[in-house]
């Protein structure tokens, strides 16, 4: 028998870690190792993950406009380089495209271990879904950090959707895509139609 050993250095990343984790690094994830070993130790926590802004920003002054943004999958080499950018610090490069964006910032969300709307509030949601005032009051129960990374996250949605015209989004197409990431329900229902989380990506490539 031939043995052979294999080592490795694996690289820290912000895919996978919780809104509080995100929120305690004000530098870029794979800088903290050697900040800890210099002596820094994070003193107060950000209001929004650094990572969700950069994209909703880069996506705002490049993005707006692009036609079914979010329907359509993003190069997936340029999906790499955008999550390097976010883990390093780096600066977006002039050639990435919105589409790109939007695939790094769906993956970043769809990474979170506790969504953003967690399951106890999407569960309490459901039970109460026939009375909007009963809803809005359960959703202000989430936590601060995640109830401003939902209030960010819509309010940019709002802003997409003043150029439908454009790029050929709707409310409902919106909701489905965002929907099925931000509370990873077993379902979502937009209107009478039903449509399992796990086909909510064949979705965008249908609408492509």
């Known amino acids: 028998s031939v043995f052979v050993s294999v080592t490795a250095q694996c690289l820290p990343t912000v895919f996978g870690r919780g809104i509080d984790r995100l929120l305690r690094n004000k530098f870029p994830v794979r ?6 070993q210099a002596g820094y130790r994070p003193s107060q926590t950000l ?5 969700i802004h950069r994209l909703v920003g880069a996506l705002h002054d490049r ?3 692009d036609e079914r943004l979010f329907l359509v999958y993003g190069d997936m080499h340029e999906v790499q ?3 390097d950018c976010l883990d390093t610090g780096r600066a977006f490069g002039e050639h990435l495209k919105p589409r790109s964006f939007a695939e790094v910032l769906i993956q970043l ?12 509030i999407r569960a309490a949601c459901m039970e109460r879904h026939t009375s909007s005032t009963a809803v809005l009051e359960t959703i202000s129960r ?10 960010y996250i819509v ?9 439908s015209d454009i790029n050929k989004l709707t409310p409902e197409t919106l909701a489905l895509v965002f929907g099925g990431i931000m509370m990873s329900p077993e379902k979502v229902t937009i209107g009478k139609t039903v449509v399992p989380t796990a086909g909510w990506s064949d979705l965008r490539k249908e609408q492509a």
């Open 31 to 36: 800088q903290v190792p050697s900040l800890l």
């Open 47 to 51: 209001l929004l993950p650094k990572e």
């Open 63 to 65: 993005g707006e406009r």
């Open 81 to 83: 380089e955008i999550r």
């Open 109 to 120: 969300l769809r990474c979170l271990p506790v969504p953003v709307i967690p399951p106890e």
């Open 142 to 151: 989430l936590p601060p950090s995640h109830m401003t990374v939902l209030v």
């Open 155 to 163: 309010s940019f949605l709002k802003e997409i959707l003043k150029f």
